[in-house]
């Protein structure tokens, strides 16, 4: 009798548990990962350690900075800066208003080459303090004849007359418009423009299927004017002009000499000075160089490595020397904050 009652109090207790609600717990799901109970590598970093890991990294930047500073090195590169040379020097009190003129605004110029430069050699414009990304553009309009009319992200120069311009924006707009010839020893020197923008630009941003309209038609030229029978994706200049330049100081390919030069060689260049770089203070050079394995002329990335690998060395140099004058057991327990302050205070 005991025996029923009791079993059958404990499944009304049993029940009554049951029915009672769950408890939403908030308790994460047990994990190895979560509580951090995973098989992990804590490193000791010993003298020796660190000593040798600044050694290593020595040994490896120093010769490749070396090998970078000495392959920019042999890179030959001559810079020219015209846009007050080709100004007439009783125009160069007002030179807006010259190279707003209708003038004629052909330029000589005659470089002399230093060091044999072997083809091919790349020729560069470059401008200084102008701010080629704070401009408009449609990419959509430059991809396909469908977007024609995508021109909202374009002012000022969108429209003209209720029909669009395209290439439409003011980065096409103020399309660089100075051109260049050369010779030498009464030669012209024949310049390749093919091939001097990017192939992915050419195949994939610029439609073979737009064709230039409407442009520069205003009563403002901003630069150059594209010829209209000719697709987009073949016009090289722009293609190039339209990649924007991150920075106010920047180089554009404007195209390749394919013949080697010897030193001492004078090069006359013959250039028509129309880009107004004269309204913004903006400075215009103009670049022929060569090609290492390692690109253009620049200095820095070698420097940079000869830096990193010399402050390495120094530092390991450094541990070394603490390392044997005033050695210190790994581990020692007397360097621990309670044991250097008697009474643990």
């Not at 049951?18 to 047990?30: E, M």
């Not at 630069?223 to 330049?245: F, H, K």
Request: proline share 5%.
């Amino acid at each position: 009798m005991s025996n029923n009652t009791a079993s059958s109090s404990a499944g009304a207790n049993g029940s009554a548990d049951s029915a009672a609600p769950r408890r939403n717990s908030k308790r994460p799901k047990y994990s190895r990962f979560t509580q951090q109970e995973l098989p992990a590598c804590k490193p000791i970093l010993t003298p020796r350690w660190v000593i040798s890991a600044f050694m290593l990294v020595s040994i490896i930047f120093v010769p490749i900075g070396i090998a970078s500073l000495f392959a920019s090195r042999d890179v030959v590169e001559i810079v020219d800066r015209s846009e007050t040379a080709c100004i007439p020097a009783q125009n160069r009190s007002d030179k807006v208003g010259y190279i707003q003129s209708s003038a004629d605004k052909t330029c000589n110029r005659t470089l002399r080459v230093t060091k044999r430069m072997k083809q091919p050699i790349y020729v560069y414009y470059q401008l200084d303090n102008f701010y080629q990304n704070h401009q408009s553009r449609s990419d959509e309009q430059l991809r396909s004849r469908s977007g024609e009319n995508e021109t909202s992200s374009c002012e000022p120069e969108d429209v003209i007359n209720g029909t669009a311009i395209v290439p439409c924006g003011l980065i096409a707009w103020s399309l660089f418009n100075d051109t260049y010839s050369f010779s030498h020893n009464n030669q012209q020197l024949q310049v390749n423009k093919k091939g001097i923008s990017w192939k992915s630009d050419r195949d994939h941003k610029f439609g073979k299927d737009v064709f230039p309209k409407n442009f520069q038609n205003g009563s403002l030229k901003g630069g150059a004017i594209l010829n209209t029978s000719i697709p987009l994706s073949d016009q090289e200049d722009l293609i190039v002009w339209m990649r924007t330049a991150a920075l106010p100081t920047f180089r554009k390919l404007y195209g390749k000499i394919e013949q080697d030069l010897l030193p001492n060689d004078e090069i006359l260049v013959t250039l028509e000075n129309n880009y107004n770089t004269y309204s913004f203070n903006g400075k215009k050079k103009l670049v022929l160089s060569t090609t290492s394995w390692l690109g253009g002329k620049n200095d820095f990335l070698g420097i940079a490595y000869l830096i990193v690998g010399g402050l390495c060395f120094f530092l390991a140099m450094c541990f070394t020397v603490v390392y044997l004058v005033k050695p210190r057991r790994l581990g020692d327990p007397s360097y621990l904050s309670w044991n250097r302050t008697p009474g643990g205070r």
